[in-house]
């Protein structure tokens, strides 16, 4: 399981490692006013923006009819709660378009492209940043195109874009195509099922941090994320995640034990940290052919250092879903 932490490691370094240069774009409403552009004050207000954040439907913020002014849509697909990825055009590999988008907390805000392009949309400031951007010396050598694209509000919330064309495109022009809807839609907050790509789940209006609260453990508002909890417990550092993962990754994994009918896996190949999960409901629907690594999962996660703490954390996480 510790490929998955590399490969969110990996991206948020991209995004967040980088500095910035200021170019404005033609100011428009969306997103300039309204509680995404208002900096939480309290504790409450954060634990608020968490949950709006949780309850919005990600693949709504890119309709498919925006999706269509791109190339024609092949696919839309739910990759985690708040992530989503659409396909578009030829299906030829290299050839077509693939634009994902998630939503999620950037407590300091997202540093912007040093080689890149920073703008603004109201209050909310606007980075891309490509590979030939970051990498001139890649000219000739690549096989498609990538750009790599964030969206900073005042209240803390980020949106996070990544785009693939076929060579001889521009990416990042697709992003800063479409990121003045996705800021829009935003403005509207948009529930899950909003999207007729989005399926229910049961991680869907569930709470990653109502473990924790049945633990009895006090928590830090500003240490968790949409849909990740963090704290400690038992002389452990613990995070929970609620997240969606292909069957075959999480079957892997050495079965420890089954509550209301949902089986758990253990990863018991590494010394020094434990990744456990349990399948907490039916696979997620998708329209997008099924991989060899089978159908995605809603699953709940649990990491840190003692196998004894994490095993029991993962018990009462998993016991809070509805029997199978």
């Known amino acids: 399981m510790l490929r ?46 968490l949950r709006k954040l949780r309850a919005i439907d990600p693949c709504a913020l890119v309709p498919r009819s925006e999706l269509a002014k791109i ?3 092949n696919s839309v697909d739910v990759r985690r709660p708040n992530w989503c990825e659409a396909r578009m055009g030829p ?28 703008t603004h949309i109201g209050a909310v400031t606007i980075g891309t940043v490509s590979d030939l951007d970051t990498n001139p010396d890649l000219q000739g050598k690549l096989v498609q195109r990538n750009c790599t694209a ?9 949106v996070m874009m990544f785009v693939t064309t076929p060579l001889g495109t521009e990416p990042c022009p697709v992003a800063e195509a479409v990121l003045p809807t996705v800021l829009a839609q935003l403005d509207e907050e948009p529930t899950h099922g909003t999207s007729p790509d989005t399926p229910r789940t049961v991680l869907l209006g569930s709470d ?19 849909w990740k909890c963090s704290f400690p417990y038992r002389g452990d550092d ?7 993962d292909q069957e075959r990754l999480i079957a ?23 990744s456990y999960n349990s399948i907490v409901g039916p696979p997620v ?10 159908p995605k999962l809603p699953v709940v996660n649990v990491f840190g250092r003692d196998g004894a703490v994490v095993e029991e954390v993962l018990r009462r996480a998993t016991a809070l879903f509805p029997p199978a």
Request: aromatic share 8%; hydrophobic share 35%; net charge negative.
């Open 252 to 274: 892997e994994g050495e079965p420890i034990f089954t509550v209301n009918g949902h089986p758990a896996y253990g990863d018991p190949s590494n010394d020094e940290f434990r």
């Open 285 to 294: 629907p998708s329209s997008k052919p099924e991989s060899f690594l089978g």
């Open 150 to 158: 964030s969206a900073s509000f005042p209240s803390t919330a980020a």
């Open 238 to 244: 613990i995070e929970v995640q609620y997240t969606y």
């Open 71 to 73: 190339e024609t849509v």
């Open 91 to 118: 299906t030829d590999p290299g050839k077509g378009t693939v634009l994902s988008w998630s939503l999620g907390v950037a407590l300091k805000g997202i540093a912007q492209p040093e080689r890149g392009r920073t």
């Open 208 to 226: 990653p941090c109502a473990v924790a609260n049945d633990l009895g453990v006090p928590l830090v508002v500003t240490d968790q994320r949409e």
């Open 4 to 49: 998955r932490f590399a490969m969110v490691a990996a991206a948020v370094a991209v995004l967040l490692g980088l500095t910035s240069c200021q170019d404005d774009l033609p100011p428009t409403p969306a997103g300039s006013n309204g509680y995404w552009s208002t900096a939480p004050q309290t504790d409450e207000q954060r634990w608020e923006l």
